[in-house]
């Protein structure tokens, strides 16, 4: 089965700061993988995803993941923080065998200092 | 606009009623699924569907049950023996690859 982990479920950035969030996977077949943001009390957006197409993958906001198979990650990165950052990020994989279920990661809260 | 929409935002019962949340979605799309949310856990899949008239427990199904009767619209119904059914509920939808969430429903029960 496909599983996701991300590491630090709360990250603590500077405003202008880079924003790293990690994502590693496993998965017995290529994967597609994505990002999610939640903000309080709402549904998530897609941030941006990999479907086997490049790499590095850029998406809404601003972020930016790179897949990195020898590494099983997808990290989430952004140059610079902003306040408007400051969210949960979810990081998933689809089990495409499976009628492209989503695994989804716990979740790693963003606070963005000024 | 397309879109999914759930309802109601905030829903409050007592312990030892169903209560059924609503999804709605007007993308046409053919997968559904529903999802529930606890702090510092993620998503869990309570039930998908991928087809009309069809669907399958995900990782959480005790204590809930859904239908799929229109391509729009996929029902979710706590019952009472979900053993701990306060949480955070979440539809979504996809065509491909990616899934599209609705904004959720609260639910908390006393």
């Known amino acids: 089965a496909q599983s996701v982990t991300q590491l630090g479920s709360h990250v603590s950035v500077s405003e202008g700061a880079l924003v790293l969030l990690r994502c590693n996977y496993s998965?017995?077949?290529?994967?597609?993988l994505f990002w999610y943001v939640q903000y309080p009390n709402q549904g998530l957006q897609l941030l941006l995803k990999?479907?086997?197409?490049?790499?590095l993958v850029k998406g809404i906001n601003g972020f930016e993941a790179e897949f990195k198979k020898s590494e099983t990650s997808f990290h989430l990165t952004k140059p610079s923080a902003h306040m408007s950052d400051a969210a949960e990020y979810f990081c998933?994989?689809?089990?495409?065998?499976?009628?492209?279920?989503?695994?989804f990661g716990a979740g790693t809260i963003l606070r963005v200092k000024s | 606009d397309g879109g999914i929409t759930q309802s109601p935002k905030y829903l409050f019962r007592k312990e030892g009623q169903n209560v059924t949340l609503s999804c709605e979605q007007n993308?046409?799309?053919?997968?559904m699924y529903w999802y529930r949310q606890d702090p510092g856990q993620g998503l869990r899949l309570i039930y998908y569907?991928?087809?009309?008239?069809?669907?399958q427990k995900g990782d959480i199904a005790e204590g809930y049950s859904v239908s799929r009767e229109k391509k729009e619209s996929f029902p979710l119904t706590v019952t009472s023996a979900q053993k701990n059914p306060t949480a955070f509920y979440l539809c979504?939808?996809?065509?491909?690859?990616?899934?599209?969430f609705g904004p959720g429903t609260r639910l908390t029960v006393t």
């Open positions: 979504a939808s996809s065509s491909l690859y990616e899934q599209y």
């Open positions: 998965s017995s077949v290529p994967p597609y």
């Open positions: 990999y479907t086997s197409a490049a790499t």
């Open positions: 998933a994989v689809s089990e495409r065998e499976y009628g492209n279920k989503l695994v």
């Open positions: 993308l046409n799309h053919d997968a």
């Open positions: 569907s991928q087809i009309v008239n069809d669907f």
